[in-house]
C-alpha cells in the first residue's frame, strides 16, 4: 500500500518524505526504488496545516480550524526517514545503502511483516527474542547473544526505566542456553531472579591475596592518611601473607613498628594505632566480607549457571577491590583456558572455566569512572579490549553515562539505550557512539519504561524495541508509600481491636 511520496532533497542516507497519514518515529516504511525495495526508519515526523498556520488571533484561529476541517489538503504530514538499505540485503544481514539517492516522487511503502520479519528475529539459537519492536508490535526483536559475549554491551537509561529488567532477561535467556553469567549486584536487586539453579553469592575477599595498597582500601584507611598506608606497606609482609592466624601476626606487625619508631618518629604511635583499629574493625565489621581463609573466591562461581554476587553490603572502595579482584582472576583465567586448548597439555593450573562467560557490572560509574583511576577500571578496561579474544563479555549498566570512562564505554560493540533526559548523558552516547544517529538520540526524552533503543553488532539494524518485562520478581519497583501507610495504619486497627476484645475476654473471665 503506497502511503507516501519521496520529495524534496534527498540524500543516499536520508529523505524527506510527504505522507497521506502522521509515520510514527521508529515506524519502518519501504522506499520503492527502481534499484530495489529500500527500507527506511521514520526519524522525524511533522504535521502541518495549510489554514492553521500564520494564524493571528482567536477568533481567526476557530475559523481557520473550520475550514481546516472541511479541506481535504489542509494537512501535510511530513517525515525525515533514515535509509538503512536494500531490503533483500538485511535480510541477509548486510547492510547496503543505495549510491544512489532516491528521486523525488518514489513510492513509499507500509512495510509489512514478512518484510522486516527476517531482519529483525533471525533464525538461529544465537538470537534470542528480548521484546518486540515498538511501532511494528507484530515483530519480534531479536538480539545475537553471540556479539555481546564477544564484544560487549552497554544498557545505559535513566533510573527506573529498566536496565537491571533487560539484564535479568538477558540472564534468563543465557541460561537457558546453559551459559554462564556473573552478575556483580550493587543494589541486592537480582537474588530473587525466579531461575532454578541460580548461584547466589556473597562476594568474599581474601586479604592474603591483595597487595599492600588494596588491603589499605578494603581496610578504609584513608587516601591522605599516608603514615597509615606506609606502616601497612611495611606490615604487610609475606611472613605475614603465609601466616596462619593472619590478622593476629599483622596487628603484631604493626605493633613492632610502633615499637621500634617510638624514640625518632612519635607519629608512629598514633598512625599505628589507627591501623590497628582498622584491623580489629576488619575482624568484627567486615569479617563476611574480609576472609583470610577462604580459600579460593572464584571457586565459588559456577559455570554453566546465572552467578549473582552479592556486593551490596561492602562500601565503595571495598567493593572496588573485590570487582577488580574478579575481573583480573577472570581474565587470567579465560586466557589459561585458551592456552590450555591450544597447546593442548597440562598445565600446572588447569582453568576453572572451559566456555565463555558473561560479565555484568552494575552502578559502573562507580566501577569505571570518567577521569578517576581505580583497579576495576584498569581490569575492566583490559578486558574490554582484550576479552573478545578469550570469551569473556561484559555488559556495563549505568544511569550515568556522563560519569562513565569514554574509552571503555566505546568499546561497547552494542549499546541498549533507554529513556535519557539530560543532555550531557546524551552528548556523551553520542561521541561514544558512531552507529547511533543525532536523530535518534533526540528520540530518548521521548521514550517510556521498557522502551528501548538497540544499536550495534546485537541487532541487524538499529531499532526502537518494547523490552518485555521479566514479571517473577520483585527488584527495583518504586517503594509505594501511601499503599503501605494504609496498610500499617490497618494493621494497627486491627491490633488496637484485638487487644481490646483481650482486655474485655478478660475483664468476663474476672
Ligand atoms: N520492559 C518493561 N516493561 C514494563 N515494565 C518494565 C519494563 N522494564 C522495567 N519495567 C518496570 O520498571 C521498574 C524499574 O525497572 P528496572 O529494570 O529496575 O529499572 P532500572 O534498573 O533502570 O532502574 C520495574 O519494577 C518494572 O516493573
Ligand atoms: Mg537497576
Known amino acids: 500500500m503506497i502511503i507516501g511520496y519521496v520529495i524534496g532533497e534527498s540524500k543516499p542516507t536520508r529523505i524527506t518524505a510527504l505522507a497521506s497519514r502522521a509515520l ?10 527502481d534499484e530495489g525495495k529500500i527500507l527506511g526508519l521514520v526519524e522525524r515526523s511533522y504535521v502541518s496545516s495549510v489554514a492553521l498556520s500564520d494564524v493571528r488571533n482567536f477568533d481567526e484561529a476557530v ?30 544481514g548486510q547492510s547496503i545503502v543505495p549510491a544512489i539517492p532516491p528521486l523525488p516522487g518514489t513510492e513509499i511503502l507500509e512495510a ?39 564484544r560487549h554491551v552497554g544498557i545505559l537509561a535513566m533510573t527506573g526505566m529498566g536496565k537491571s529488567n533487560l539484564v535479568s ?64 606497606r611495611m606490615a604487610f609482609t609475606k611472613q605475614v601473607k603465609e601466616s596462619k592466624d593472619f590478622w593476629m601476626v599483622l596487628n603484631d606487625q604493626v605493633e613492632e613498628i610502633i615499637q621500634l619508631n617510638k ?29 583470610p581463609d577462604v580459600v579460593d573466591p572464584i571457586g565459588l562461581i559456577k559455570e554453566g549457571r546465572i552467578n549473582v554476587l552479592n556486593i551490596s553490603s561492602l562500601s ?60 576495576a577500571k584498569y581490569w575492566a578496561s583490559k578486558i574490554a579490549r582484550e576479552g573478545r579474544k578469550f570469551g569473556l563479555g561484559l555488559a556495563v549498566v549505568s544511569q550515568r553515562p556522563r560519569s562513565l570512562d569514554p574509552n571503555i564505554l566505546s568499546q561497547m560493540g552494542s549499546l541498549a539505550i533507554m529513556k535519557i533526559v539530560q543532555e550531557d548523558d546524551q552528548s556523551q552516547i553520542t561521541s561514544a557512539a558512531e552507529s547511533i544517529s543525532k536523530n535518534l538520540i533526540e528520540q530518548l526524552t521521548s521514550l517510556n519504561v521498557g522502551d528501548a533503543i538497540l544499536v ?55
Not at 473550520?66 to 538499505?85: C, F, H, P, V, W
Not at 567493593?319 to 598445565?347: G, P, W
Not at 509505594?480 to 487487644?499: D, L, M
Open 63 to 92: 475559523e481557520s480550524k473550520e475550514i481546516a476541517e472541511i479541506n481535504k489538503r489542509d494537512k501535510g504530514y511530513t517525515s525525515q526517514i533514515m535509509i538503512l538499505g536494500f531490503l533483500d540485503k538485511l535480510q541477509k
Open 263 to 291: 624514640k625518632d618518629k612519635k607519629e608512629y604511635t598514633y598512625s599505628g594505632g589507627r591501623v590497628q583499629d582498622k584491623i580489629d574493625d576488619a575482624q568484627h565489621k567486615f569479617s563476611d566480607i574480609l576472609d
Open 316 to 375: 565503595e572502595k571495598q567493593a572496588n577491590v573485590a570487582v577488580s579482584y574478579y575481573l583480573q582472576e577472570l581474565l587470567n583465567d579465560r586466557k589459561e583456558s585458551i592456552r590450555a586448548k591450544n597447546a593442548k597439555q597440562t598445565k600446572k593450573r588447569s582453568p576453572r572455566f572451559g566456555t565463555s562467560i558473561f560479565v555484568v557490572i552494575e552502578e559502573a560509574h562507580v566501577f569505571i569512572p570518567k577521569g578517576e583511576d581505580t583497579q
Open 456 to 510: 550495534g553488532q546485537w541487532a541487524n539494524l538499529p531499532s526502537i524495541v518494547h523490552i518485555q518485562e521479566v514479571k517473577e520478581k520483585t527488584m527495583g519497583a518504586d517503594q509505594n508509600a501511601v499503599t503501605e501507610w494504609a496498610v500499617a495504619k490497618k494493621f494497627e486497627g486491627i491490633a488496637k481491636e484485638s487487644t481490646q476484645k483481650l482486655i474485655q475476654k478478660d475483664l468476663l473471665v474476672d
Open 169 to 232: 532477561l538477558l540472564a534468563k535467556q543465557i541460561d537457558s542456553l546453559n551459559g554462564t553469567v556473573i552478575i556483580f549486584d550493587y543494589h541486592d536487586d537480582y537474588s530473587n531472579l525466579a531461575i532454578p539453579r541460580i548461584n547466589v553469592i556473597d562476594a568474599k575477599i581474601n586479604p592474603r591475596l591483595l597487595d599492600a595498597e588494596s588491603l589499605g582500601e578494603v581496610l578504609e584507611i584513608r587516601d591522605n592518611a599516608s603514615i597509615q598506608q606506609r606502616i601497612l
Open 112 to 150: 509489512s511483516k514478512k518484510d522486516l520479519e527476517k531482519i529483525f528475529g533471525p533464525d538461529g539459537n544465537e538470537w534470542i527474542r528480548i521484546g518486540s519492536l515498538l511501532r511494528n508490535p507484530e515483530i519480534d526483536a531479536k538480539i545475537n547473544i553471540n556479539k555481546i559475549v564477544a
Open 24 to 33: 510514527s518515529i521508529g515506524e519502518y516504511v519501504i522506499i520503492n526504488s
